[in-house]
């Protein structure tokens, strides 16, 4: 039973366009939600997050918005750059804040 | 400041044969978080840690799996006997406390064959 999905596996972005990466999640007591950034042969690094009394949040060119009756989140990034390929993962925190993953999805940027 | 450091980077064993992991957090994080993060899946808890107590090891396959903190500072997970399923990326994360950011170390690629 996946309480997260990220049903998009892969993206492929022109470097300058916008990069929409989506997330669902089924728990309606997730109250904090956490994009982080994986490249290959290292670990995931905290990229940005919103809490659940918000609806947006910016953080230079990354923004995450949050629909929590359509229990949706999205992280845009504006403009791409060739940096940004990676593999995104979103993780909601449960209310013993623990993360829950979803599987990823793989953003290619291409020049 | 010094990041998660874990150790091997990768290691490749027959099924049946036991492995080992090592972690050290990064200094002064009182969580510590062992995860198994299987290609083309998310990164699942196996155990966390604060300090040197077990918060939540629910998810941790324990007929096979075990690990310890025991002066509440570096880490080992211990697979035996390994299983054909048991390849994965295994990551280990810390933070300042249970709530906030994780960080994490590089992980170690198993590979059971």
């Known amino acids: 039973d996946q309480q997260v999905k990220q049903n998009s596996p892969s993206l492929s972005v022109q470097e300058g366009r916008i990069s929409i990466l989506n997330c669902d999640y089924t728990?309606?007591?997730?109250?904090?939600f956490l994009w982080y950034k994986k490249y290959p042969a290292e670990g995931p690094t905290f990229l940005i997050s919103?809490?659940?009394i918000k609806d947006k949040n910016e953080d230079g060119r990354f923004t995450v918005f949050l629909n929590k009756s359509a229990k949706h989140l999205s992280l845009h990034i504006v403009p791409s750059q060739p940096g940004d390929s990676a593999v995104y993962f979103c993780?909601?925190?449960?209310?013993?804040?623990?993360?829950?993953w979803g599987a990823g999805t793989k953003l290619i940027i291409k020049p | 400041e010094a990041g998660v450091a874990q150790s091997p980077r990768y290691k490749i064993i027959e099924k049946r044969q036991s492995v080992a992991f090592w972690c050290n957090p990064i200094?002064?994080?009182?969580?510590l978080y062992w995860y198994q993060q299987i290609l083309g899946q998310g990164p699942k808890l196996l155990i966390q840690?604060?300090?040197?107590?077990?918060?939540?090891d629910s998810q941790l396959p324990k007929d096979r799996f075990s690990a310890e903190r025991l002066k509440g500072v570096d880490s080992t997970l211990k697979i035996q006997p390994a299983k054909l399923e048991d390849s994965a990326v295994y990551l280990c994360?810390?933070?300042?406390?249970?709530?906030?950011?994780?960080?994490f170390g590089p992980g170690t690629r198993l590979t059971v064959l």
């Open positions: 200094s002064g994080h009182a969580t």
């Open positions: 840690f604060q300090n040197n107590g077990v918060v939540d």
């Open positions: 993780a909601p925190a449960d209310s013993n804040y623990q993360l829950i």
């Open positions: 919103i809490s659940s």
């Open positions: 994360a810390s933070s300042l406390r249970g709530y906030n950011e994780q960080f």
């Open positions: 728990n309606s007591m997730f109250d904090y």
